[in-house]
């Protein structure tokens, strides 16, 4: 296929939407659009083409998207159903490459795409699946990323080390797969700079393997002074297993969504977290180690104030 220089983002003012602006913005490489709703008050840089359109609205997005070759969209969890219309509205406008809003768990794996929390996701890979059998010039490329690095230590997701007992999950030595949101922004350059290598397939990311039990360890070295705990052990079958029944009486809550998540990410080998081979090569990625790791850490632990972070209590 033809070179990508046209390329409109979805979702570009949020954590992950915002890296991903930056790296296209650095890159030189691509003509940048960024669409946003019509109540949106978010500002971007004088260089990116801005266009409203309401989500809800395949006119309105075709009309948007007139003249763009590709699509990224890195909209939030909330937002992932209306994925759908803005497939249908590349598709009628022409674009040639969709980026759907995955940058997580590789839910190729059987058992990570059975899990609720993915429903959205899954539905969303048959529909660009089956756009592009019947539109053949309409492509998708599809970036596994694993955990996010240093959102999710800045958010005690991955371990919550503001506590002086941190919660492991399966005993904290399954080893997991993680990226930056950097790195998944240049990851997005690059699949859109490689679009014959990267057409119509996963792509695996990571910066780092590691596990919580690291995590904890590097933590500890961050900070000596303070009195660590025991950890509290939790078994991710029976986070899924509450999610489950959660579920079941109709209780979709942030807290029961986590609860598939961690299991995705700590969970046993099956769940594919721990990412055996990647695309780094192929998209320009060195990969990140532990130091990069402990200076993530040491930035958070020993330079962030505990009431920045009280409205994220509810991951523990």
Known sequence: MGAIK???????????????????????????????????????????????????????????????????????????????????????????????SDFGSNISIPKTAALPIFKSKVAIHEKLREASAATPTFTYTLVCSGAFLDWGLEHNF?????????????????????????????AVVGVLSHPDETKNRFVQIKDIDISQSQLLDIAKKVDPAKEWHDPIHIDTADLERSSNESLAKGQISMP???????????????????????????????????????????????GRSSVEAQGEKWLT
């Open 158 to 186: 991955l371990l919550n080390w503001e506590e002086t007992k941190p919660k492991l999950f399966d005993g904290g030595k399954n080893i997991f797969s993680a990226t930056s949101l950097d790195s998944i922004g240049q």
């Open 6 to 100: 046209n390329v409109a983002l979805v979702g570009a003012s949020g954590s992950l939407g915002t890296p991903v602006l930056n790296a296209l913005v650095k890159s030189g490489s691509f003509n940048v659009t960024v669409l946003k709703r019509p109540s949106s008050t978010a500002t971007f840089p004088a260089s990116v083409d801005v266009r409203t359109a309401d989500l809800s609205s395949k006119d309105s997005v075709v009309a948007a998207l007139k003249g763009q070759d590709a699509v990224v969209s890195t909209v939030g969890i909330e937002a992932l159903p209306a994925q759908d219309i803005l497939v249908e509205a590349a598709v009628a406008a022409g674009v040639k490459r969709f980026l759907p």
């Open 256 to 302: 029961v969504m986590v609860g598939y998540i961690f299991r995705a990410i700590f969970g046993p080998a099956e769940y594919g977290s721990h990412f055996q081979t990647t695309d780094n090569e192929l998209l320009g990625l060195g990969g990140k180690d532990e130091a990069d790791v402990e200076a993530i850490l040491r930035k958070l632990m020993l």
